[in-house]
């Protein structure tokens, strides 16, 4: 069941330039989508959401997109920092199915100095 | 910061033994959940606990698998006969709104063993 799925396994940045990690989703019932971060031996830390009824939301650096007919999203961090390494897993909910995420499988993103 | 608290960070049991996680959960937050993710593999819900009682669950939670918020502090999650293919990270989770866009607050996450 690929509901959400994140095709790059790993993302390669150099310091000071945009990371681009990118989600895309199959249920048209998904109506909020989340970030989230991942370091090792740690659980996942809420990063930034966006709802359907929006295309970008902003925090800081880090912004997502959101493109319904494509059933896509991106967050983009920028300028990334060495800090930045780690997973990144997109995650989506419907109202209907309360708030229980459906994540995808993770981006290693790995920023170098 | 407040934080989501899971002990033990790494439990090891035999086949056909019971376990049980725990979890403090931010004391004033409301919705209660478990996640686990199978090394290698994507990270999955088990179940959500709001108002003493379990109200959603996934396919994966079956009758093995118990919740229960036995002292107002405490969530445990109760494995009554491990198998082999119980063997993930385990991760509790807690949240003060139902609301969709509010990002749960995961806890550290217990590595669960069976051998």
């Known amino acids: 069941d690929q509901q959400v799925k994140q095709n790059s396994p790993s993302l390669s940045v150099q310091e000071g330039r945009i990371s681009i990690l990118n989600c895309d989703y199959t249920n048209s019932m998904f109506d909020y989508f989340l970030w989230y971060k991942k370091y090792p031996a740690e659980g996942p830390t809420f990063l930034i959401s966006i709802s359907s009824i929006k295309d970008k939301n902003e925090d800081g650096r880090f912004t997502v997109f959101l493109n319904k007919s494509a059933k896509h999203l991106s967050l983009h961090i920028v300028p990334s920092q060495p800090g930045d390494s780690a997973v990144y897993f997109c995650?989506?909910?419907?109202?209907?199915?309360?708030?229980?995420?459906?994540f995808g499988g993770g981006t290693r993103l790995m920023v170098k100095p | 910061e407040p934080e989501v608290t899971q002990t033990p960070s790494h439990q090891v049991t035999q086949m056909g033994q019971e376990v049980i996680l725990r979890c403090v959960p931010i004391s004033n937050h409301l919705y209660f959940y478990w996640y686990r993710q199978i090394l290698g593999q994507k990270v999955e819900f088990l179940v959500s606990?709001?108002?003493?009682?379990?109200?959603?669950k996934s396919e994966i939670f079956d009758d093995q698998f118990s919740v229960e918020r036995p002292d107002g502090s405490n969530f445990t999650l109760k494995i009554r006969s491990t198998k082999l293919e119980d063997s993930a990270m385990y991760f509790c989770?807690?949240?003060?709104?139902?609301?969709?866009?509010?990002?749960?607050?995961f806890g550290s996450g217990t590595r669960l063993t069976v051998v």
């Open positions: 995650a989506a909910s419907a109202y209907n199915a309360g708030n229980m995420l459906t």
């Open positions: 989770a807690s949240s003060l709104d139902r609301g969709q866009g509010y990002g749960y607050t």
């Open positions: 606990f709001y108002n003493n009682e379990i109200s959603e």
